[in-house]
């Protein structure tokens, strides 16, 4: 969807390399949400922000992973170091009054 | 922990026959019942929702039939096209807290 960009759309990086996730959101929604898709664990959420504040990062799978928010349109995800069990689709979201907007994602592939 | 449990995993249909899928959840709190539709290489989209206070809701060929006592419910597709196949998850959710099943694959045959 337009309205929430996601960048890169593809990534290929080495175990331990550090790497960067951008979201990018269409004004007036408050909150941003990260998901995590596999074949296995299907669509995970990982964190969300409200009002640009992590609300619930339960779902982040460990402290390899972070994420942050500067502004309401902007938000990151970082996973340093990676590691192969890192590959997947992550996905963010945003919240209109009802229901979500996804980006198109962004597939990780650890090697 | 599964919060939203989503059946089948697959499921394949003709060209004009009813697509059924059913989900169930646990939480009572949970106020908002959307399903999605994914595409390969794309993000979910929102394809119908609905709120516990109705039991049925459509919106051209889709329909969500909702029973709370059961905390059930499920998405019809009624003369289901080619177009159709794709991923479809539903998800439960309240103040922005949403949980999605785990996703059922549709293939529709021509």
């Known amino acids: 969807d337009a309205g929430v960009i996601q960048s890169p759309r593809h990534e290929v990086t080495e175990m331990g390399q550090e790497v960067t996730l951008r979201c990018k959101l269409i004004s007036g929604h408050n909150s941003l949400f990260w998901y995590r898709q596999t074949m296995m664990r299907g669509l995970e959420l990982l964190i969300y922000f409200n009002n640009n504040v992590p609300i619930d990062d339960s779902g982040m799978p460990e402290d390899r992973f972070s994420a942050k928010m500067p502004n309401a349109s902007f938000s990151t995800l970082k996973i340093q170091p990676s590691e192969p069990r890192d590959s997947a689709v992550y996905f963010c979201a945003s919240s209109p009054p009802y229901g979500y907007t996804f980006g198109s994602g962004t597939r990780l592939t650890v090697v | 922990q599964q919060q939203v449990k989503q059946s089948p995993q697959s499921l394949i249909v003709q060209k004009g026959g009813i697509s059924i899928i059913n989900c169930a959840y646990e939480n009572t709190a949970f106020d908002y019942f959307p399903w999605y539709q994914q595409f390969p290489g794309k993000g979910p989209a929102l394809l119908i929702a609905i709120r516990p206070d109705v039991s049925e809701k459509k919106e051209g060929r889709f329909t969500i039939s909702f029973n709370k006592s059961a905390k059930q419910f499920s998405l019809h597709i009624m003369d289901s096209q080619p177009g159709d196949s794709a991923t479809y998850f539903c998800?439960?959710?309240?103040?922005?807290?949403?949980?999605f099943g785990a996703g059922t694959r549709l293939t529709v045959k021509p």
């Open positions: 998800a439960a959710s309240r103040d922005n807290d949403m949980r």
